[in-house]
């Protein structure tokens, strides 16, 4: 039988987490100056002019390097229920997250491989 009584917790957390972001929204639009001069409105309030233009082009390196470390941060993320409950699961479940490392470990050495990970 479904009871929703189970789930009050969740729910006053969920209120709770919603309201505290809107609270201090609006409590720091009420409490903000509202002066606009002509250095608020500048792009950048340091009084200094802005020289050259603001697109700069980065190298697609930097986005490889984070990528590849989410991923492989991520993906060990998962071995963890693993590692907690290896008794309770048996042989079939250590030879996946054997197959899973395995697959880890070849998207490492690709990457390495493609340079991936070199940073300069």
């Known amino acids: 039988m479904f009871l929703l009584y189970e789930y009050d917790i969740f ?3 969920l209120i709770i987490s919603s309201i505290i972001p809107i609270l201090a929204f609006l409590i720091s ?8 001069g002509p250095e608020k ?8 002019e802005p020289m050259g233009d603001a697109w700069l082009q980065f190298r697609i390196r930097y986005y490889m390097f984070a990528l590849v470390f989410v991923v492989f941060d991520v993906e060990t993320v998962f071995l963890y ?7 309770v699961l048996g042989v079939s479940v250590f030879i996946e997250a054997f197959i899973f490392v395995l697959i880890l470990i070849v998207g490492s050495v690709y990457a390495w491989r493609k340079g991936a990970l070199e940073w300069s």
């Open 29 to 36: 639009g009420i409490l903000s100056p509202i002066n606009k």
């Open 81 to 87: 229920p693993w590692a907690m409950s290896f008794d």
């Open 41 to 48: 409105l500048s792009s950048y309030e340091s009084g200094i």
């Open 11 to 13: 729910w006053a957390f």
